[in-house]
């Protein structure tokens, strides 16, 4: 009788785990609905304003896990473009489990902060995977393909509208840095992210955004 009620315990334990595991994960991928940037995928990468002023905001994100490739460029626009089309032949079937993804918002670029003039950085582009694939995604099958984990981070964030180019990302990235330091914030800056939540066929109310991650307390003064 002892015995069977330790069983009995134990898996109730580990379906309970595991359904908060589903629920946790479904928590920071979530419906697209509750966000205003993402009109065109199911799934969204969700957020919680800590807050925000004229010149940027700082949002908190939940560890969440995407796959991710890299690409070795002079510029963010060719490596964008052929890192895109090898993670979109994974999420279309180009797995071990042959199984569609669905497209998730945001795409992420990783940029390196420390570039040489004239030398070639390392992209690494990333998509989101959906809440369905959090826990066990499929296993790739492009060696040049891989998963990655973002962890629970604040982020000093700007947006703005138009294409995600070198040329747009840089000079909003170089706005953000200026507004930064002017308020003396800490962050890192060994690298940022371009973040891009609109397909090429969308052409009007784009939304893009320079991700810097937030080191000790952010600092969102009213007005900077």
């Given at each position: 009788m002892t015995l069977t009620v330790c069983v009995y315990f134990r898996v109730y334990f580990s379906g309970l785990v595991g359904l908060l595991l589903i629920l946790t994960a479904e928590a920071r991928v979530g419906n697209s609905s509750e966000s205003r940037f993402c009109t065109e995928s199911k799934e969204c990468l969700?957020?919680?304003?800590?807050?925000?002023?004229?010149?940027?905001?700082?949002?908190?994100?939940?560890?969440?896990?995407?796959?991710?490739?890299?690409?070795?460029?002079?510029?963010?626009?060719?490596?964008?473009?052929?890192?895109?089309?090898?993670?979109?032949?994974?999420?279309?079937?180009?797995?071990?489990?042959?199984?569609?993804?669905?497209?998730?918002?945001?795409?992420?670029?990783?940029?390196?902060?420390?570039?040489?003039?004239?030398?070639?950085?390392?992209?690494?582009?990333?998509?989101?995977?959906?809440?369905?694939?959090?826990?066990?995604?499929?296993?790739?099958?492009?060696?040049?393909?891989?998963?990655?984990?973002t962890p629970d981070m604040n982020v000093y964030v700007r947006s703005y509208g138009g294409w995600m180019m070198s040329l747009t990302s840089g000079v909003n990235s170089m706005l953000l840095k200026r507004q930064l330091d002017k308020v003396q914030a800490t962050y890192n800056k060994d690298y940022h992210y371009a973040v891009g939540y609109d397909s090429p066929m969308k052409i009007l109310n784009r939304h893009n955004e320079v991700w810097y991650m937030v080191e000790g307390e952010p600092v969102c003064p009213t007005s900077s």
């Open positions: 969700l957020y919680d304003l800590v807050c925000k002023n004229d010149d940027y905001e700082v949002r908190h994100y939940d560890s969440v896990k995407w796959v991710s490739t890299d690409e070795e460029c002079y510029f963010m626009d060719k490596a964008t473009y052929t890192a895109f089309r090898r993670l979109f032949k994974y999420i279309t079937g180009s797995n071990k489990a042959g199984v569609n993804i669905d497209m998730t918002a945001p795409v992420t670029v990783k940029i390196e902060e420390k570039k040489k003039m004239w030398a070639s950085s390392v992209f690494t582009i990333s998509f989101l995977l959906p809440s369905d694939h959090q826990m066990t995604p499929p296993q790739p099958i492009d060696d040049k393909v891989y998963f990655t984990e």
